[in-house]
């Protein structure tokens, strides 16, 4: 199936840990992006790639790193995660300016 | 700064009636604009957008939109509703000059009742 896809569903961590999300995209698009949607569903944009390059970096504590591997994959990585940090994040790409597609999201859980 | 207004938290409207979900924004340029829903425990899905041309837009699922510049609105429409459709609508707009970077509203939850 053509889509965007993101592992894991589900992650529940300990504050101060580590941990990392992944995503992928077969639609052969060339812009990938990162989304926080909090608890009361409100979205913000947190980071985007366009062919492995950084071009949307928002106001987002440096705990929080991507990664492009190659312009298929985006992952986020989290260090010293906080409780703030509890949140659905869903992956995305698109086309340019074209509609983004998104991935099933990752509900982070910190305890 | 670049926004997007969904004036109302929550639509309620009966099956097989006309429904709409507002949605304005304050953007510079030309913005493209575009609706998406989510389902429960969903990512969100495309509905439709608006780059350029004819004001009235179709999409996914019988929905409609409809731009109006002078209002810098751009409200989803569907002639009668169902019960399926019950979700979380949220309007967008890309500013041209930011590049690819997606404004929310804060999202509209629509309920249909039968």
């Known amino acids: 199936d053509t889509a965007v896809s993101q592992t894991p569903k589900y992650l529940v961590t300990q504050m101060g840990n580590d941990k990392s999300i992944k995503c992928e995209q077969n639609l052969g698009h060339d812009t990938m992006y990162w989304y926080k949607q909090d608890s009361k569903k409100f979205l913000k944009i947190m980071f985007s790639?366009?062919?492995?390059?950084?071009?949307i970096n928002e106001t987002v504590p440096n705990r929080f790193s991507p990664k492009s591997p190659d312009k298929a994959h985006l992952n986020l990585h989290i260090n010293s995660l906080e409780l703030g940090d509890s949140a659905v994040y869903f992956c995305?790409?698109?086309?340019?300016?074209?509609?983004?597609?998104f991935g099933p999201g990752t509900r982070l859980t910190v305890l | 700064a670049q926004s997007v207004a969904q004036p109302e938290d929550q639509v309620n409207v009966a099956e097989g009636n006309p429904l709409t979900v507002k949605c304005t924004y304050s953007v510079s340029g030309n913005p493209y604009l575009f609706w998406y829903v989510q389902y429960p425990n969903r990512g969100l899905q495309f509905l439709l957008k608006?780059?350029?041309?004819?004001?009235l837009v179709k999409g996914s699922y019988g929905f409609e939109a409809e731009f109006n510049k002078s209002q810098t609105s751009f409200h989803l429409k569907k002639p009668s509703a169902l019960v399926s459709d019950s979700a979380l609508y949220f309007c967008a707009a890309v500013p041209m000059e930011y590049g690819n970077k997606l404004v929310f509203g804060a999202g509209t939850i629509l309920r249909v009742k039968s």
């Open positions: 995305a790409s698109s086309q340019g300016a074209r509609e983004q597609f």
């Open positions: 608006y780059i350029t041309g004819d004001n």
């Open positions: 790639y366009n062919n492995k390059e950084l071009i």
